[in-house]
């Protein structure tokens, strides 16, 4: 694993590359401030409608680390970064900065957030913090594919919570790179057991699958599961750690 600590340079990101970023959302209330700075008024419009303060802190520190990262690739100020939102609320750049071609995806669950980065591929990932599900049995006939749940149902009850999470974070990182929401039902997504490396998916719409998308699970913290799908191959992860 690359683990890189960069410096607030303007940073390239070549072609063969895609660059996972994670970071703690557990920040001071000095830099929960600064970053409120720079969001954009439907940001701050969001982040006011949290019920709980803990929830409106984090989700300030994942929009304002997100501008941050991308500032840093696009040598702007992190409050000159602007946003255009896909049908199902996927983000983008906005059009005025489009032409740079980097693409990205966030995610954040419990206090971690990750960060996809590329350049001209489409992606998506995806964490969760791992939390107990007692109604584990009907979720999982919802959600995995026959031969996923195959596998599932051969684990030790104590490794079927944590498998769970590893298949869910697969599936939604598709369904957050291909930008279309819950247009394709979990069951068709087919996520192996082993994606230590790209893995290509297996997705029975074929409307999908008009590209090939790639797998890999992305390295987080105990008590979380992340993962990245990317759009085609011949590419290798580069893992990098946010800090204020």
Known sequence: MLLVKPTLANLLIPPQEVHVW???LTVSM???FAFEQTL???????ANRF??????TRFI???GMLRDILSRYLNLEPDQVQFAYG?????????TIKHTGLEFNLSHSGAMAVYAIAHQKQVGIDVEQHRFLNNLNPLVQQCLSPKELEVFLTLEPAHQQTTFFHYWTGKEAYLKAIGKGLAVPLEQIEIPLDTSKPTK????ESAFQSNDWYLQTVPVSTGYSAALV?????WHPLYQDWSA
């Open 61 to 63: 520190a994942s929009r």
């Open 230 to 234: 990317v759009e085609g191959q011949n």
């Open 22 to 24: 994670s970071a703690s």
């Open 201 to 204: 998916l297996l997705v029975e």
């Open 87 to 95: 049908e199902y609320g996927k983000p983008t750049l906005a059009s």
């Open 30 to 32: 000095q830099q929960i």
């Open 51 to 56: 019920r709980f303060e803990q929830d409106k």
């Open 40 to 46: 954009a008024t439907d940001e701050r419009h969001r």
